[in-house]
């Protein structure tokens, strides 16, 4: 792939995984009785930011009235509701709330993608689905490689799923590999990777951060709190050498 442009063509265009392509589609042609005057997006969700991001957040995959519905990752839900509002309050985005693709909505050295692209039925992609839908990311590293600092991996599978695309891409995992945690932070070596503090211009290397997923089971219960995702946020965006507000 060329850019980013391309890549997100290709994706919003695939049709590998049949259990997918069949759940997409017959959520796209039921609706939800909200949202009965929407023309569903019903295809895979690319990734969602600029092409020179310095922060990649990666989440599990797209809601199935979420962004199977606007075809933007993260929009449209509940979810998307609470990380939008996150990223605006430490000004990494122009507005607190995503509630469709032509909103307006624009994000500040930061881009948002998924390691599944289609709505999963219950949430849950199997192992396969996982497994073939690794390319998309990895060519997404690439392509986001000369000036990504650092990676912000939303709930325990968006970790284990990017993990080896990471390596995939170029980078250095440690082995065994890391645990997930919230507030867990890795560093991925790169071949030159220069010796000092994570970010640093041109290291080629790349910190990650482990964050508990924005799901409502999350937020709800307090697991995951506001306060404690503009946490991760601004300490991911700083490490990434971005500008936010305390």
Known sequence: MDSLADLDARIAGCAACPRLVAWRDEVARTKRAAFADWTYWGRPVPGFGPGDARLLIVGLAPAAHGGNRTG????????????????????????????????????YGVRVTAPVHCA??????????????????????????PTLRTVVLLGAFGWQAALPAFAEAGWTVPRPRPAFGHGARVRLTAPGDAQGPG????????????????????TFTGRLTPAMLREVLRTAATAAGLPCRT
């Not at 979810?79 to 507005?95: K, P, T």
């Open 120 to 145: 999963p039925p219950e949430n849950k992609p199997t192992p396969g689905e996982r497994d073939t839908c690794r390319s998309w990311l990895v060519q997404e590293l690439r392509l986001l490689r």
């Open 199 to 218: 970010g640093a211009e041109g290291s080629g290397g790349l910190d990650l951060f482990g964050c508990f997923h924005v799901s409502q089971r999350n």
């Open 72 to 107: 933007r990752m993260f929009t449209g839900d509940r979810s998307g509701d609470v990380l939008y509002q996150a990223l605006y309050d430490v000004g990494l985005a122009s507005q607190p709330t995503s509630v469709r693709a032509d909103d307006g909505l624009e994000l």
